[in-house]
């Protein structure tokens, strides 16, 4: 009788401790953060040849 007392107890405890594993607080989650990359678009390349180009059509002009 008691053994079969005992067996109870501790699947009791057993299936009781497996259900309430973690706790019974809010679960904590990080932010999650998204990191995007630009590309810088800069007009430096484009207009040095066309500035050149006007500075020898201006000297070309003299």
Not at 51 to 60: C, G, K, Q, R, S
């Amino acid at each position: 009788m008691i053994k079969n007392f005992a067996t109870a107890a501790l699947l009791s405890a057993a299936t009781t401790l497996s259900a309430t594993a973690g706790g019974m607080s809010e679960p904590t989650m990080e932010p999650l953060t998204i990191v995007q990359e630009t590309e810088t678009s800069s007009s430096s390349p484009q207009l040095l040849p066309i500035m050149i180009f006007a500075a020898l059509v201006a000297v070309a002009s003299n």
